[in-house]
């Protein structure tokens, strides 16, 4: 994973909700304990936390996209990249805030697509997911914590998708990928904002963020290769415009509920 972009939350290299097929998570897996509207910022520790986890997820949302499709050995590279790349700075984080860690679920879904076995890799994962969601709930992040996160998630998806790709061309297809995870794990955050603070944000611009995550999407026509852009006139799907666009939205609607 590439180095997160300036102005991201103070933490190291970083690493929802979606039917992976063979599993299904609902938003309250990622925001277990959130289940009404709070504008309260999180403590930095927090949010560093919570945007620490979504990255993870984010990586692992891929890995299990990829088990889907039979695609082992690149599954089993991304589920290497939480333990890898962000868990053990995110662990002196959890043991401060006296939540416990999971380090043993990330290795025991490591093994089993080492052995390239689905089943026990899907029991894994939901062990795995338990694990995570049983901090969520310990720290019990606001909604206002989680457009924070999602906005952090949109920029490093920014980061990923521009060193994956080089005039259309897949340069580096886990980079693609991970981006492709982090903008899955930002859009179920946000979802779950709407579902909750929903009177707070007016119905033009949830709507506007629905079309902008919709669109951003199609700079992914498939997730593993081949990978074919459709040109349309002057338009290049692969440049970024329409992340950089719901990111803007996101910021709006970050600052609105701040």
Known sequence: MRRLVKGMLPTPRLAVIALFGMMSFSPS?????????????????AGVIATQMGLIRGHLWVAAELVALDQMALGAAHAKHPADEIYQSLLPLLKNAGA???????EALAVTLQE??????????RNLETAMAAVDTKLSPSSAT???VTVELIK??????AAGLVD??????KEYQDARGFLAIA??????????CGPLIAAAQQQAVREALALAKTQW??????????????????????????????????????
């Open 146 to 148: 989680h457009l924070d």
């Open 168 to 173: 259309g061309e897949i340069v580096d297809i």
């Open 221 to 258: 026509p498939a997730l593993s290769e081949p990978v074919v852009f459709v040109e349309e006139g002057d338009a290049q799907p692969w440049s970024g415009t329409a992340l950089a666009s719901l990111l803007t939205k996101m910021q709006a609607l970050r600052n609105l509920m701040r």
């Open 156 to 161: 490093q998806a920014q980061v990923e998708y």
């Open 187 to 196: 859009e179920g955050l946000v979802l779950e904002v709407f579902a909750s």
């Open 116 to 125: 390239r076995d689905q089943p026990a890799f899907q029991r894994a994962y």
């Open 100 to 106: 416990e860690g999971f380090a043993a679920e990330l």
């Open 29 to 45: 897996t990622v925001a277990s304990s959130h289940d009404h509207c709070s504008r309260v910022q999180a403590p930095s520790d």
